[in-house]
């Protein structure tokens, strides 16, 4: 009860709204007819998108966009954004560390870093709100109306770090006509989730929408031979406790006038998963590397760490773990939008600020001993503004506006090494503190046209100005430098700025009805930033430079009727500058040292190909293949000069994606629906260096789901993912020269039973 309380408190406000709005259902269940279940068939000819900030067919755009419907999302259990890679072709996301803090990489362009100053490389937005730091990912999705996965640069109505691409979240808006909808989960791991919504006119120019959501996961995938203090014993790990509430409402004073409002929390008393395990030393020798390491690949029979500890345990989710490590997170977001009508223009302001706070206690090492282990306290505040004007005309079509955000990100990260110091630096402590205070401070003006040239012919134009400052303070601090051994304090208060100009030039021309043929220019850009983690030396903390990405893209796209939807696109990239962790030996100490840091150039070449098959009303297959050629220039790290040909990190050369659904009626009530997914995606590595001690393999994953409906509104579902259990490298920390190498992997099998009621 302890641990749901502090929760409990938070979304306290949104469940008394729910029991008030409940009585409202009886006024209003004989007023509404019942609506029978969407079928979840909706092509991409049917999705409305608003990718470029206003309503457009998905299948009129002259771009690669991936469009989830509710339904999708809804039949596919997506939670959070680690999983739409599962749904999308060429993009690949990661979590940094077990079950949390994930990023996104589009196209081969992402974010090799784990800080949470750092800029993401692929823009997420919750409702037109940019996200500025990637801590901020890690959230539940629930009761949204569509995700938009737009892929390339997208500098000119998104602006600073979007080099890869953008990712679109929108909530579920207020309607105009009552409803409701409740569902609840149960499957293993002891795991209940469960979700309300219900939308309630209040009169003829007010709706006020209310939606929770909680997860209650009694068990997580990881056990350990270890309670907490070290004694042996059984004990599980990644237990969660989320509760979640939003509240929406929408006025319309007038017939030109639109306002909507939202407040929405989240809070989480949950458990981080730990990752595996690896020795890289020879058994009995200490600093030597072991035969397999030397030849690239790991053995934990017969390699051990510094202290001869040695994992045999194959299966990544069990080892020896001591100590507790909490995930907690208590975030409050708000939001005004005002739209205004007048004399053929439409006015928006778009209000948004954010107040996040996160602990986590990550075990680096997985050993029993406490080596690499690290406490973070974060705090995040953010605040935007836009405003923007549109307008509409036969000759063209033109959004111009200008933007302004304001964010901080504060922290200290803790390493409680111990054991550590007495191997190699005798008295000499490893042990100290991080701490981070970065205050960005970013303003942009763009303007972008759609200019018809009759019927079948738009050029699209648009260019942003943006100016950026960005302010750090921050540094390690040991508990006992010692100079002699490279262990240093060290300390940075610095200032960059950024100004630059990013924008888009397209050509979309439509030969006949239903096809669309489109080629496009553009350029995006990623700030530069601090590196935020732990240092023993000042060279550690000069700022990278900013990256430029410089994109070109031809592409198709055609409908056949409701029968078949068929869309291809080929894309080059320019990549100036890359972010990567970079590891150099540090004049000063002759140590080994990492940084984030810059490569010259890259280049991409990739295609993405997606098509929607419907044969006949009861059958939909989806299926999407993404390729991509990646090539880093050659760089300098600790191990001498890579040449050039390496490949970008978390970038597979061939993914796939497919979604098969069979939906058969049962008499006229009701009807059975029978859908599976699956996603591969071949071997990529983890880091610029393409390190084979972290690089992961080749996977497949399936996914099903059986569901009786019946066209009064409810729904009873059994459903599974990662049905064959597949095991699979998520992200990798090579710390061999130190005798660990830690691995992350994806989420075991998981499987349930669903109700749940609409109207």
Known sequence: MSRIFPCARLCGG?????????????AYAQAVPPTPAASGSDGAGDIVVTAYKREERLQNVGATIEALSAETLRTSRIAGINDLSSYAPNVDIKETVPGALPTVTIRGIGLDDFSTVSSPAAGVYVDEIPLASPGLMSGNLFDLERIEVLKGPQGTLYGRNTTAGAINILSAPPEKTFGYAARISYGNYDTVDADVMINAPLGDRAQLRLSGKTVQQGTGYWTSSLLENGAPGRRDIGSRNIWLGRAELSLQPTDDLDLLFKVEGECSRSEMGVPQFNGTFAAGMPFVLCPAVLAGHLDNGNCTDAYGYRQTRSDPYKGDWKGSFPYNIDQVNLL???????????????????????????????????????????????????????????LVDIIAGGFYSWDRVAGDNTNVTEQWPLVLFGAASGAGTTTYNQVTRSAALYANATWHFGPRVDLVTGLRYTSEKRHYVGGTTFDTPSPLFGINDTFIDGTIRDHNLTGRVALNFRPREGVLLYASASRGRKSGGFFSGFTNNDAQLIPYRPETLNAFEVGAKTQFSRLVTFNIAGFWYDYHDPQTYVRYVDPATGLSVQKVGNVSHARVFGSDIDMILRPTERWTLTGGIGLLDTRLASFTTAAGTIPAGNRLPNAP???????????????????????????????VFKDAANDPLIAAGRYWLFNGRIALTHH????????????????????????????????????????????????
């Not at 993914?655 to 699956?678: H, K």
Request: aromatic share 12%; proline share 3%; charged share 25%.
């Open 14 to 26: 949104m469940i008394a709204g729910l029991a008030i709005a409940g009585p409202l259902s009886q």
């Open 653 to 683: 050369t061939t993914s796939f994606t497919g979604r098969i659904r069979y939906d058969l009626p049962v008499g006229d009530a009701m009807r059975i629906s029978f859908q599976g997914e699956t996603r591969y995606s071949s071997s």
């Open 712 to 759: 009064a509104g409810w729904e009873v579902a059994i459903w599974g993912r990662n049905l064959t259990d597949k095991r699979y490298e998520v992200q990798g920390t090579d710390l061999a020269t130190l005798g660990i190498v830690n691995k992350n992997y994806n989420a075991p099998r998981t499987f349930g039973v669903e109700l749940s009621w609409r109207h």
């Open 336 to 394: 005004a939008k005002i739209r205004y009508r007048v004399g053929g223009f439409e006015l928006t302001s778009i209000t948004g600020y954010i107040d996040f706070k996160r602990l986590y206690h990550i075990d680096v090492d997985a050993t029993p001993l406490d080596q690499f282990d690290f406490i973070e306290n974060e705090k995040i505040r953010q605040f935007t503004q836009e405003l923007r004007v549109g307008r509409e005309t036969k």
